[in-house]
């Protein structure tokens, strides 16, 4: 079997700047130490198998959008638009194996894509930049799976380095990627995450709606992307929604700079504070948040959290805080009882370190 080769590709945590990359904004995402394993081996018959889960999936290399609709659409988007991009992809075995939540927010589809992209692009020889790579893996969601993602995700996964946040800008093609040290663990901090378990039907369709509506405020105002957008911009808007959309865009830029900032100067106050304040705008004017992810986000903040926020794209998924390690069994409890009261299924809480990128395993 040393034909085998193994990729660890990790999930990602969103520290601030949200709904931004489709905007030409910023992003502070970290990469976590919850990840999905990828170990493919070469074929030459133009088949792709993929084993995950209990489950097998198999599709020809000629598979075109449309062909699969369950979750091998992932694998086979990634063959496919591999495939318009020029790698030349003859068949590969793929075992999956993973630590990580799927569909919790914490990006999973795009470890996913992102991991069968290298191993297939190492598979062929092809070397292709990870630039590159980051596209083909949001060509293979966006064009093949339906789901119409920006690329913050993929450069998480691509481009994070261990103990440090990568700061993300969708302004410049490519996108620029910066790390900023993230060492809060130095400082006797935590970074915990709270699963909420639900993923709200409406996600997809609130998601594509509010890239529709930035797009059309952009336009409105002239503007190539929103997060260019400026106060007198954000003034001229007489539509209250329009007004809440961009207000959310400019803020959140807004915020990202100064987390930036406290990040480097390790004042995890100030820090927290802007992760607060990240999900207040991300539930009052962008309108993505959903009551779990307020709730787990409120039992943070009773918990002497310093910060709290959703994390992704939001109707469900997984919110953030950080805090003080001895506060996390209080977190658990407050969270679990606050959903218990509900009549929701229980929550998941654990902690992440800022975690090393996609890498080939020796
Ligand atoms: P997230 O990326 O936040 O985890 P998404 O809804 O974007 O959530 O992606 C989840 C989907 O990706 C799953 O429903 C499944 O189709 C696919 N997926 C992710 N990880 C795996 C895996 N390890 N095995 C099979 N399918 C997976
Ligand atoms: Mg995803």
């Known amino acids: 079997m040393d034909d085998v080769r193994r990729w660890q590709v990790p999930g990602r945590v969103n520290l601030i700047g949200e709904h931004l990359d489709h905007n030409g904004g910023a992003?502070?995402?970290?990469?976590?130490?919850?990840?999905?394993?990828?170990?493919?081996?070469?074929?030459?018959?133009?088949?792709?198998?993929?084993?995950?889960?209990?489950?097998?999936?198999?599709?020809?290399?000629?598979?075109?959008?449309?062909?699969?609709?369950?979750?091998?659409?992932?694998?086979?988007?990634?063959?496919?638009?591999?495939?318009?991009?020029?790698?030349?992809v003859t068949g590969a075995d793929l075992v999956l194996e993973s630590t990580l939540p799927v569909g919790a927010g914490l990006s999973s589809s795009a470890a996913l894509t992102c991991g069968v992209a290298l191993a297939l692009d190492d598979l062929a020889g092809a070397g292709r930049p990870r630039e590159e790579l980051a596209r083909v893996a949001q060509r293979a969601e966006n064009d093949y799976v339906g789901v119409p993602t920006g690329l913050m995700d993929q450069y998480a996964v691509l481009f994070a380095q261990e103990g440090h946040a990568v700061h993300l800008d969708f302004g410049v093609d490519p996108p620029s990627a910066e790390p900023v040290p993230a060492d809060w663990g130095d400082d006797g901090l935590v970074l915990a995450v709270i699963d909420t378990g639900v993923h709200h039907e409406?996600?997809?369709?609130?998601?594509?709606?509010?890239?529709?509506?930035?797009?059309?405020?952009?336009?409105?105002?002239?503007?190539?992307?929103?997060?260019?957008?400026?106060?007198?911009?954000?003034?001229?808007?007489?539509?209250?929604?329009?007004?809440?959309?961009?207000?959310?865009?400019?803020?959140?830029?807004?915020?990202?700079?100064?987390?930036?900032?406290?990040?480097?100067?390790?004042?995890?106050?100030?820090?927290?504070?802007?992760?607060?304040?990240?999900?207040?705008?991300?539930?009052?004017?962008?309108?993505?948040?959903?009551?779990?992810?307020?709730?787990?986000?409120?039992?943070?903040?009773?918990?002497?959290?310093?910060?709290?926020?959703?994390?992704?794209?939001?109707?469900?998924?997984?919110?953030?805080?950080?805090?003080?390690?001895?506060q996390v069994d209080r977190l658990r409890a407050r969270v679990e009882a606050a959903f218990a009261d509900r009549s929701w299924a229980a929550p998941t809480v654990f902690t992440v370190r800022p975690s090393p990128a996609a890498a080939l395993l020796p």
């Open 202 to 326: 409406l996600a997809a369709g609130e998601y594509a709606e509010r890239r529709r509506e930035c797009a059309a405020i952009a336009s409105e105002l002239e503007l190539s992307a929103l997060a260019s957008i400026g106060l007198d911009g954000l003034l001229s808007l007489t539509d209250e929604t329009a007004k809440a959309r961009a207000r959310h865009v400019l803020t959140e830029s807004t915020r990202v700079r100064g987390a930036v900032t406290a990040l480097r100067r390790r004042d995890w106050a100030q820090f927290g504070a802007m992760l607060t304040s990240s999900h207040e705008s991300l539930r009052d004017d962008f309108a993505v948040s959903c009551e779990e992810l307020d709730v787990a986000v409120d039992a943070a903040l009773a918990s002497e959290a310093l910060g709290a926020r959703m994390t992704g794209g939001g109707f469900g998924g997984s919110a953030i805080a950080l805090m003080r390690p001895e």
């Open 27 to 88: 992003a502070l995402p970290i990469a976590i130490d919850r990840s999905l394993l990828v170990k493919a081996r070469r074929r030459t018959d133009g088949t792709v198998n993929v084993w995950s889960r209990g489950e097998r999936a198999s599709f020809p290399v000629e598979t075109v959008p449309g062909d699969v609709s369950d979750w091998s659409a992932y694998p086979a988007g990634v063959v496919w638009a591999l495939r318009e991009s020029g790698v030349p």
